[in-house]
C-alpha cells in the first residue's frame, strides 16, 4: 500500500474546464444535498464518507456519475442514442472537469445460472481458446493421448520402415460390431474391393463366412499391398492415394500391416485413440463451453445440476405413519390415494399405522419407486359407491410425482411439486457441466497436466500459482504464450483485490454485493483505462483487514493509471490512505446533505463539525464494554462440520451471549453459521425444508424456541414492496385511516387504502403510481401515471386524511418524520421507534424495497423482528450486520444487540469491522486462509484471547485496536 498523494492543499477554484486540475460542483441540490458547492482533485483517490442517508450516494453515484455518464450519451450521434437509455440530469447548476464515468456498484452480478466467474470476468473465454490451441485431448478409458496425423505423416511412417517391407493398406470397417454384414461387404464388392481381413484373418470376399447377428466381428478392407523401397519415386503418391482411400472409408481411420511380422500402425486423421480407435474431431473453442450445445453436458443442459424428486423431502415425517401424515397428500385425509396404500399394504403385509421409518427397506421401496412389473389387487369406489377390484403396477409416489412435472403446464401445480425436489451435481458429467470430450483434453505436460474444469474447480490463488509455472513446448508454446500471460494477468488483478478463494466455476448468482463488485473492479483494472472517472460503492465490504490493505493498493493502481477514483466508504483505513476526503452530515435524511469537513485525513481529524473527525482523532470511539462471563453459560456445540471447505470443525457457542464469527474472506464463516447452525436450527426448531451442510451434530437447540437469520436479500424483488408493508406498519395505518370519521361515513375499510387491491387504488397504472410504455426493440420505458400523477390512489381515497395528510403523503415521510406523526398511535408507534433504533431514520415509509441498499434491507429485517414480542430464548444470526454503517451508526446497532443480548437471547454475527469484533463476549476465528487454505477453527475465546494468539491474522489486527481503545466498564 502506497502513501496517499498530495492533492496540493485545497483545490484551487479557477482554470478553465478543459485543464482542470479539480471537478468543480456548484449548486447540487440532488436528493438531500443542501445546494452545495465543492471542488474535488481529479486524478487522486477521494472517499466520500459519513452517516447512513447523509447525502453520500447523493453526491457521487446520482450527481457525479449520472452527469458523466448522461454528457457521455449526450456526445453520442442520434442514431446510437436511440439505442441508450435517456438520462436525466442532476438538479445541479454547474459541474466541470467531468471525464466518461463508470460507476462500480454492490449490485449481484447475474441472476442467470449460466453465468459464473469465469463467464462475468471473460476468463472463460481466455481458456476456452487456449484449451483448443494447445490441449492434447486423452482417451477416457484408456487414458493415452490422441493423435491426428495428415496423411503426409502417415506416408513417412510407413516408407520409414525397413526397406523391403511387405505393407498391406486396410480401412477399418467395423470393430467389434454385431449384426448381419452382408450388405456392407456387398457395398465394398461394388466399388472394387474384393479383399477383407475378417478378426485378423486375410479372405476374398466370397471366402468370407455368413455373419450371425449375436456375433461380434472386426472388419478390415483390403486398400493395397505394397513394398518398401525409399527410393521409388511414385510409392509416395501411391501410398497417399491409398490412405485417402482408407480415411475415406472408414471415417478418417487407417492401418498399415507388416505382413510379415503381423505388426500394426494405426493412423487416424482425426484424434483418436491408438488403443480402441476413440476419436473427437477438431478442437475447437466451442467444445470446451457449457453455454453452447458443442460442448455442453448432454444431461443437464451445461448447468452442472440436476433436480430430482427427494425421497427425504417427500417423506417429510418419517417418525410418522403412512395413515398419520408420513408422506404429505397420502394419508387418511386423501381417500382415493390413502386407498391404493391400504391395498399395498393388504399385498405385502404391512400395516399403515407403523412409522414409515419401521417399515420394511423392501416396502419403502414399493412404495416410493413403485412394484415394477408385479401386478397388485386396487380396490376402486366409483361413483355410485359400488366398488370394483383392477389389478395392475404400483406407479410409485415419486414416478407419479414425476410424471405430474413434466405433464403440467401449470404454475401453481410446479409450484406446489417443487417442495419435494432437490438439486444434486450432474451424475453424468459430475457438475464439469461439460460433455465427455472436453472433460479429457489437457493443457501441460506430465503430472502438470490439467483439464479445463479442474482449472476451474481451483481456488483463483491456486489457478494462478498453476499458469505461473505451466511450461509448453514447441509449437503450443508459441500459440499459448499471450493467452496464459493475459489469463494470469487476470487472476492476479482477481487475487490482488481479496477474491482468491473463489473458483472460476462459481456461480454469479451465489456471490455477495462486495464481491461481485470486486469482481467488476479486477475487470476494470485489467481493461488499462485512463482519463476515466470511477466511483465505487463500499468496496471493502466483506474483506478481511488484510485483504483490505490489497483493496487498496488496487485502487491506487486504479488511480496511478491516470484515473479519478471516486469511493462512497466508512472503512478507517480507506479513509487514512485517501488522497482527499469529504465527510458528509450532519444528519441522516433532511438533516444531511451539507459537506462538514473536506481535506485530507489529518485535515478531517482538525475539523470540529466532522463527526468521522472525531472518530479518526480518538475525540470519540466505541467503548470495550465490561465482558459477559461465558464459562457458567450452557453451551450450543455445532459438532464435526464437513459443508464445503470446512474440516471436520467442532466449535462452541455460549448460550445468551454474543459471539463474533470472524476469519478472512472465504475461511468457511458463512458455511459454518448459516449453511450449517441455522439450517439445522430451522430445521429443528421451525421444520423448514433446507437441507443443513454436513455435520455430526448440533448440541444444545433446546435452549431455544426460535431461530432468525437476518441477511442482506432484498425485502422484496418488487416495487411494490417497501419498507412499510414489510415490518407490517403499513396494515396499523391502513386500520387508522379507515377509523377516519370521512373514511367510516364513506365506507371505507382497511383495504380501500391498500395499493395492492382493486377499490382504492389508481386503477390507470394498478397502485404502481408508474405506467410501463412498451419500445418494442428497446427497453421498456416507466413514466408517471397521468391519472394519479404517481399518487397510487384514486381522488377519493386521498380525500381521507389523518392530522392533514392522506395516505399517498404518509407513506412519502421519512420513517423520522412520520415518527412524529405518530408517537400517540402505540401500534404504529412501536413499530417506527425500532427502525430509528436501528438507524433507518432518514429512509420512506413507502420507499421501494428495489432501491435499498443490502445494509437497509437487513436493518429493515432487524427492525422488525426487534419490534415482536420477544421470549428471552431466541438465536440471532446476523450476516455482516455494518454493511454500510458509519461509526456513529454502528454505535447504535451495537446498542440494539447488546440490549436483544441483556434480555437472554444469543447473538452470533459474522463480522470483520473490529469496532463490533472488539465488544464481542466470545469470538470463533476460522482460517487460517481462504478457500482449501481455510476451513479450519484457528482460536476461540474472548477477544483478549484471540489477540494473544499468534496463529490468528484477525487478533494481530484486534490486539492493535484493543491496546488503543479505552475500555470503559458497562454497557454501550
Known amino acids: 500500500m502506497t502513501e496517499p498523494r498530495s492533492p496540493d492543499s485545497t483545490p484551487p477554484h479557477d482554470g478553465g474546464a478543459a485543464a482542470a486540475p479539480c471537478i468543480r460542483i456548484r449548486g447540487a441540490r440532488t436528493h438531500n444535498l443542501k445546494n452545495i458547492d465543492l471542488d474535488i482533485p481529479r486524478h487522486r483517490l477521494v472517499v466520500v464518507t459519513g452517516l447512513s442517508g447523509s447525502g453520500k450516494s447523493s453526491l457521487a453515484f446520482d450527481t457525479l456519475y449520472a452527469e458523466g455518464q448522461r454528457r457521455y450519451v449526450e456526445s453520442l450521434s442520434a442514431y446510437a442514442r436511440q439505442f441508450l437509455e435517456r438520462m436525466d440530469k442532476p438538479d445541479v447548476d454547474l459541474i466541470e472537469g467531468l471525464s466518461p464515468a463508470i460507476a462500480i456498484e454492490q449490485k449481484a452480478t447475474s441472476h442467470n445460472p449460466r453465468s459464473t466467474v469465469g463467464t462475468v470476468t471473460e476468463i472463460h473465454d481466455y481458456l476456452r481458446l487456449l484449451w483448443a490451441r494447445a490441449g492434447t485431448p486423452h ?24 526397406e523391403g517391407s511387405r505393407v498391406m493398406i486396410l480401412a477399418p470397417l467395423l470393430r467389434q460390431r454385431k449384426g448381419e454384414h452382408g450388405a456392407l461387404v456387398a457395398q465394398m464388392q461394388a466399388r472394387g474391393y474384393v479383399r477383407f481381413r475378417l478378426d485378423g484373418t486375410v479372405l476374398e470376399a466370397d471366402a468370407l463366412p455368413a455373419f450371425k447377428a449375436g456375433e461380434r466381428h472386426d472388419l478390415d478392407v483390403v486398400i493395397d499391398r505394397v513394398k518398401v523401397r525409399p527410393g521409388d519415386p511414385d510409392l509416395r503418391q501411391r501410398l497417399a492415394e491409398s490412405f485417402e482411400t482408407a480415411l475415406g472409408l472408414a471415417e478418417g481411420r487407417a492401418l498399415a500391416l507388416e505382413m510379415d511380422s503381423g505388426c500394426e500402425h494405426a493412423f487416424n486423421a482425426r484424434y483418436a485413440c491408438p488403443v480402441c480407435g476413440w476419436s473427437i474431431g477438431a478442437l475447437e473453442p466451442k467444445l470446451f463451453s457449457f453455454n453452447s450445445p458443442a460442448g455442453a453436458c448432454p444431461r443437464c443442459d451445461g448447468l452442472g445440476t440436476v433436480d430430482f424428486f427427494d425421497p427425504e423431502r417427500v417423506v417429510a415425517f418419517p417418525e410418522l405413519s403412512l395413515a398419520g401424515g408420513a408422506i404429505k397428500g397420502w394419508d387418511r385425509r386423501n381417500a382415493h390415494s390413502f386407498a391404493l396404500l391400504e391395498s399395498l399394504a393388504q399385498h405385502y403385509g404391512f400395516d399403515v399405522d407403523t412409522p414409515f421409518q419401521a417399515l420394511p427397506e423392501s416396502v419403502r421401496s414399493v412404495l416410493l419407486y413403485g412394484s415394477g412389473h408385479e401386478d397388485i389387487a386396487f380396490r376402486y369406489m366409483l361413483d355410485g359407491g359400488r366398488k370394483v377390484t383392477k389389478k395392475h403396477p404400483f406407479e410409485g409416489i415419486i414416478p407419479n410425482l414425476e410424471r405430474r412435472w413434466r405433464e403440467t403446464d401449470s404454475p401453481v401445480v410446479r ?57 509448453l513446448s514447441g509449437q503450443k508454446a508459441a500459440i499459448a504464450d499471450k493467452l496464459v500471460r493475459e489469463v494470469a494477468s487476470r487472476l492476479k488483478f482477481l487475487n490482488d483485490v481479496g477474491l482468491g478463494y473463489l473458483s472460476l466455476e462459481r456461480s454469479a448468482e451465489t456471490l455477495s454485493g462486495g464481491e461481485a463488485q470486486r469482481i467488476r473492479l479486477a475487470s476494470q483494472i485489467g481493461s488499462g483505462l485512463t482519463g476515466v472517472m470511477y466511483v465505487l460503492d463500499e468496496p471493502s465490504i466483506g474483506l478481511h483487514q488484510r485483504d483490505n490493505d490489497r483493496l487498496i493498493g488496487t485502487l491506487q493502481h486504479l488511480r496511478d493509471l491516470g484515473n479519478s477514483v471516486i469511493v462512497v466508504e466508512h472503512d478507517e483505513d480507506m479513509i487514512r490512505a485517501a488522497d482527499w476526503c469529504i465527510d458528509m452530515g450532519p444528519g441522516a435524511g433532511v438533516h444531511g446533505g451539507r459537506v462538514m469537513a473536506q481535506g485530507t485525513a489529518r485535515q478531517i481529524e482538525a475539523s470540529a463539525e466532522s463527526l468521522t473527525g472525531q472518530f479518526l482523532s480518538g475525540a470519540r470511539r466505541i467503548a470495550v464494554p465490561q465482558r459477559h462471563d461465558c464459562t457458567q453459560r450452557p453451551w450450543l456445540r455445532i459438532v464435526g462440520a464437513r459443508g464445503h471447505n470446512l474440516r471436520n470443525v467442532t466449535v462452541e457457542i455460549p448460550v445468551g451471549r454474543f ?11 458463512s458455511t459454518l453459521v448459516n449453511d450449517t447452525l441455522y439450517r439445522a436450527a430451522a430445521q429443528r426448531i421451525h421444520r423448514a425444508h433446507e437441507e443443513p451442510a454436513p455435520h455430526e451434530a448440533i448440541v444444545g437447540l433446546e435452549h431455544f424456541d426460535k431461530v432468525i437469520a437476518v441477511d442482506q436479500s432484498p425485502i422484496g424483488r418488487t416495487p411494490r414492496s417497501n419498507p412499510a408493508t414489510y415490518t407490517g406498519v403499513f396494515t396499523a395505518i391502513r386500520d387508522l385511516m379507515a377509523e377516519v370519521p370521512m373514511a367510516r361515513e364513506r365506507g371505507y375499510g382497511p383495504g380501500r387504502f391498500s ?15 408508474v405506467v410501463k410504455v412498451e419500445m418494442h426493440f428497446l427497453p421498456d420505458v416507466y413514466v408517471p401515471c397521468e391519472v394519479c400523477q404517481g399518487q397510487r390512489y384514486n381522488r377519493e381515497t386521498l380525500e381521507v386524511q389523518w392530522k392533514g395528510r392522506n395516505i399517498a403523503q404518509i407513506l412519502d415521510l421519512t420513517v423520522e418524520a412520520a415518527y412524529a406523526l405518530f408517537r400517540d398511535v402505540p401500534a404504529i408507534e412501536r413499530k417506527l421507534r425500532t427502525l430509528l433504533d436501528v438507524g433507518l431514520s432518514y429512509i420512506r415509509l413507502g420507499q421501494s424495497a428495489t432501491t435499498l441498499s443490502g445494509g437497509e434491507a437487513q436493518r429493515v429485517k432487524l427492525a422488525q423482528e426487534l419490534s415482536r414480542r420477544d421470549t428471552g430464548r431466541t438465536l440471532y444470526i446476523l450476516d455482516e450486520p455494518t454493511t454500510g454503517l458509519h461509526f456513529a451508526d454502528i454505535e447504535l446497532l451495537l446498542k440494539v444487540l447488546h440490549q436483544l443480548r441483556d434480555a437472554g437471547n444469543t447473538i452470533v454475527v459474522i463480522e470483520h469491522n473490529l469496532d463490533v469484533i472488539k465488544t464481542a463476549d466470545w469470538l470463533i476465528d476460522m482460517g487460517p486462509e481462504g478457500g482449501s487454505g481455510g476451513g479450519r477453527l484457528v482460536a476461540a475465546g474472548t477477544p483478549e484471547a484471540v489477540a494473544a494468539h499468534p496463529d490468528s491474522l484477525t487478533g494481530r489486527y484486534l490486539a492493535r485496536v484493543l491496546a488503543t481503545a479505552a475500555a470503559q466498564p458497562g454497557q454501550l
Open 139 to 162: 482417451c477416457p478409458e484408456h487414458g493415452v493421448p490422441l493423435a491426428a496425423q495428415t496423411v503426409s505423416q502417415m506416408v513417412d511412417a510407413v516408407l520409414a520402415l525397413p
Open 415 to 471: 409450484e406446489e411439486l417443487a417442495r419435494w425436489r432437490a438439486t444434486q451435481p450432474c451424475p453424468e458429467c459430475g457438475g464439469t457441466r461439460l460433455r465427455l470430450e472436453a472433460r479429457h483434453v489437457r493443457v501441460g505436460e506430465g503430472a502438470q497436466a490439467r483439464a479445463i474444469y479442474e482449472v476451474g474447480r481451483a481456488t483463483l490463488a491456486e489457478a494462478q500459482a498453476w499458469f505461473q509455472t505451466l511450461r
Open 659 to 669: 459471539t463474533c464469527v470472524t476469519g478472512v474472506s472465504g475461511s468457511g464463516k
Open 755 to 769: 395499493f395492492n387491491v382493486a377499490g382504492g387504488r389508481c386503477e390507470a397504472c394498478q397502485g404502481d403510481g
